[in-house]
């Protein structure tokens, strides 16, 4: 029997420096690990970073900076609403188990006008972009919408995940450019195989008390093979990176960076140990590093001699 983890970081800032009022509500936005901001804004800075790169330019600091904060809002908003509907899974997982609706801080119906006040400030960004990246933005709620309820009917509910995380990629392409194409469709794909990668590591934590509660995973369904399926996802990621590069004709610069982006994820895949939840955590938290150069690969792609 493993030791539960945490839900978040012993030392993270919520509970050093946050008012105790203030606490409850910053840990149903999952405010207190915010690896799962960067994880939902990377795609977006990456596809927008992949339209400037097409045309030679850095990417635009404004939609950047929006990107962040629709990222914090939606993240916010996203947890809330999984955490409602998961509440009696909650309960039955250590590591959850203290989060603040299924140890009675918030209640549900506090928990849904924090949903709705994340969702329409969300909206207020959203509606300064082009036409077609307001209407991306709002399939995305299909997306996340059905997300809490894959884990019920599905082993692959990180591949749902996938889906979801990623579709900043086609929407911060849209908002840049106003339009779609292969290179962003591109990078959304491998953006899906990156997210089936690292959530795969990230539910290794729960493989115990998943099993007990009847949730479902891919760390569950490949169990001890999990290492191995990782590194497929990975290697798929990777390669469409590529592609997503090749089809808008990033530079030469893009190429020794994205090797970088390469290499990280094969390590990760190398050093996932099943028996290891704390080092999956710490594995999982790292792909926000790999995200980054990703995304300082496509900038630099940008430049041709």
């Known amino acids: 029997m ?14 050093r420096h946050a008012p105790a009022g203030l606490r409850p509500w ?15 804004m990377l795609p977006g800075w990456q596809g927008i970073a992949l339209a400037a790169a097409m045309e030679g330019r850095l990417p635009d600091l404004r939609l950047l900076v929006l990107f962040f904060l629709g990222a914090a809002l939606m993240r916010a908003a996203g947890c809330a609403y999984n955490d409602i509907v998961d509440a009696d899974f909650d309960a039955k997982v250590a590591r959850t188990a203290g989060r603040p609706i299924p140890s009675g ?22 509606l300064s972009f082009p036409p077609l990246a307001i ?18 009917i599905t082993w692959w509910p990180q591949a749902w995940l996938g889906l979801t995380f990623n579709w900043g990629a086609l929407l911060g392409f849209a ?6 194409g292969w290179p962003a469709a591109l990078l959304y794909a491998s953006g899906i195989f990156w997210t089936l ?14 099993a007990l509660a009847g949730v479902k995973s891919s760390a569950r369904r490949m169990g001890a093979a999990a290492p191995k399926g990782v590194l497929v996802f990975y290697m798929a990621a990777t390669f469409l990176a590529l592609a997503a590069a090749f089809a808008g004709g990033l530079g030469p610069l893009f190429w020794p960076a994205a090797a970088l982006f390469g290499l990280h994820l094969a ?30 690969a496509i900038c630099a792609g940008g430049w041709r001699p």
Do not use: H
């Open 105 to 126: 801080q918030i209640s549900v119906k506090q928990a849904w006008g924090f949903v709705i006040a994340c969702c329409l400030a969300a909206l207020l960004i959203l």
């Open 267 to 296: 390590r990760q895949a190398q050093r996932l140990d099943v028996a290891d939840p704390l080092g999956a955590l710490s594995l999982f938290r790292s792909n926000a590093v790999a995200g980054f150069v990703l995304f300082v």
């Open 197 to 210: 990668g690292y959530d795969t590591i990230y539910a290794v934590q729960d493989l115990e008390d998943d």
């Open 135 to 152: 209407a991306l933005g709002a399939g995305s709620l299909l997306l996340v919408a059905a997300y809490p309820f894959m884990k019920r």
């Open 26 to 40: 910053l840990k149903l936005g999952r405010f207190d690990r915010p690896t799962g901001i960067w994880l939902l």
């Open 175 to 180: 908002a840049a450019t106003g339009t779609l």
């Open 2 to 15: 493993t030791t539960p983890l945490p839900d978040a970081a012993p030392a993270n800032w919520v509970d």
